[in-house]
């Protein structure tokens, strides 16, 4: 019998327990084992819980106890899951966890001392909820030379732009809702703004590219600048507004940025709609592969988290392989990133865009005061330098082909 410990009895802690109690008999098989969770550490008491007899408010109790082999760690944030993460691997206790946040600032560092320590730590649910993407990579792709990951890596953003291009509702309403229904997280503000998505290409990139790549140096914008008429141009063109995550080697050089998109309906991100999240990955020899599901929520995370828990369990004593070295990744400049972009201008400044852009796309949608149209590709830099010489740039919205 392998005892488990779990901290922070949340949405997915909880959610961890209720994954191993339901599927009990699943879950022992696979792991080859029976799985007990011993201890549920909270600082909260839970009167009522079929598992209230389980909790602990002290972490020494289960740092402590050698009978504990793996721990699921579902406190979120840096402290104290960094603290508590590095003293159980330090004693050879595996660390499963859905905590992006410490997967992306420590990964490395908390990679290496399960490695000094014969353990392991695993973070499949820290990327795309419930969808298996951090096993394929590391264990599936491996002779693949990954090049290219685009990612909607953000359930609430998604099920934002969702609302907006099906409703034409305005942003700040639609995120209001989204709140109400409990997808957005105590604060929007890593949805919206892109942080969230932006810790997880982290991860994921490292992960393919086996260096670190350090979530601070990626370009990130949220979704808060796009608005219903960004939209009225997109259904009339055929495309769709995504926040991507993205990062790609192009010629020897990384590029990592999480931005919103258009995309058309050739691309296989197109229909990935509401909380859903999806990732394609694209890889030398075998081309794109699509891994699509639920991006969040409490049982499909928690069952992320339960499938690493139990392949800690049938590799008690081992680690296995993850290709993240902590040596950091070179990201190459932002300006040298070449696009297409989607501009729109107030009519009077369109003969100016034109001047300045040549030949470009325009769309009519049908907009009074103002025309929408698609450029040619070029760099950020040089898109930079071009959009000065107009003046007022209504919106700009970069194309991913
Ligand atoms: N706030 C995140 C999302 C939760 O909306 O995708 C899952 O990481």
């Known amino acids: 019998m392998v005892k488990v410990a779990v901290l922070g009895y949340g949405t997915v802690g909880s959610g ?43 972490v020494e109790v289960i740092l402590n106890d050698p009978e504990v082999q793996v721990i699921a760690e579902a406190m979120g944030g840096v402290e104290p899951a960094y603290t508590f993460t590095k003293r159980a691997l330090s004693s050879g206790k595996s660390v499963c966890t859905s905590n992006k946040e410490l997967v992306a600032k420590h990964g490395p560092e ?26 394929p990579l590391n264990a599936s792709l491996t002779p693949e030379r990954v090049d290219g990951i685009t990612g909607i890596l953000n359930g609430t953003t998604n099920y934002i732009l969702t609302k907006m291009e099906r409703e034409g509702s305005d942003f700040d309403v639609v995120l209001k809702e989204a709140q109400e229904k409990g997808y957005a997280e105590r604060n929007p503000e890593a949805d919206v703004e892109g942080y ?48 991507l995550a993205m990062s790609k080697e192009v010629d020897g050089k990384y590029f990592a940025m999480v931005t919103p998109c258009m995309i058309n309906a050739s691309n296989p991100l197109y229909n990935v709609n509401d909380v859903f999240n999806g990732i394609l990955v694209h890889g030398n020899t075998l081309g794109n592969t699509m891994y699509y599901g639920a991006g969040a929520g409490k049982l499909p995370t928690a069952s992320a988290v339960v499938s690493d828990i139990i392949d800690c369990v049938k590799h008690l004593g081992k680690t296995v392989f993850c290709f993240w070295d902590s040596e950091d ?73």
């Open 16 to 58: 961890i327990v209720e994954v191993i109690k339901t599927n009990q008999d699943m879950v022992n098989k696979k792991a080859g084992d029976e799985i007990d969770v011993k201890y549920i550490l909270d600082l909260r008491d839970f009167p009522g819980d079929p598992y209230e007899n389980l909790v602990v408010h002290d």
């Open 110 to 135: 908390l990679l290496q001392i399960a490695r000094d320590n014969k353990c392991n730590y695993m973070f499949e649910a820290s990327v795309g909820g419930g969808i298996p993407i951090i096993r």
């Open 196 to 243: 969230d998505a932006c810790r997880k290409i982290a991860i994921l990139s490292s992960l393919v590219y086996g260096k670190n790549v350090n979530f601070e140096n990626i370009y990130t914008e949220g979704i808060t600048k796009i608005t219903t008429t960004d939209f009225t141009y997109a259904k009339k063109a055929g495309w769709a507004i995504k926040l």
């Open 329 to 401: 990744l070179q990201l190459s400049s932002m300006d040298d990133s070449v696009k297409r972009f989607f501009v729109r201008v107030a009519d009077a400044d369109f003969a100016k865009a034109q001047e300045v852009f040549g030949d470009v796309e325009v769309i009519d949608a049908g907009v009074a005061g103002e025309k929408g149209f698609f450029t040619k590709a070029m760099s950020e830099k040089e898109f930079n330098e071009k959009s000065a010489q107009i003046g007022n740039v209504l919106s700009r919205i970069r194309v991913e082909e």
